[in-house]
């Protein structure tokens, strides 16, 4: 009974999941960005390298 139990939730969680993609596509043109703006590439800047810092705190608290 465990087994069957194991794979009735793992299709649960697939249906699940799979609901959540449908709603996060966003068609490209609804974005109106200039990519080559300095302050969209001051921005990304900022967002990776605060990105890289929670990897990187992330991967240190794992060790």
Request: a positive charge.
């Amino acid at each position: 009974m465990s087994e069957r139990q194991g794979s009735g939730a793992m299709t649960a969680n697939s249906k699940a999941s799979a609901g959540q993609d449908e709603k996060k596509e966003v068609p490209a043109e609804d974005f109106d960005i200039d990519m080559k703006a300095p302050e969209t590439e001051k921005a990304a800047v900022a967002i990776q390298s605060q990105f890289r810092k929670f990897q990187k705190k992330k991967q240190d608290v794992k060790s």
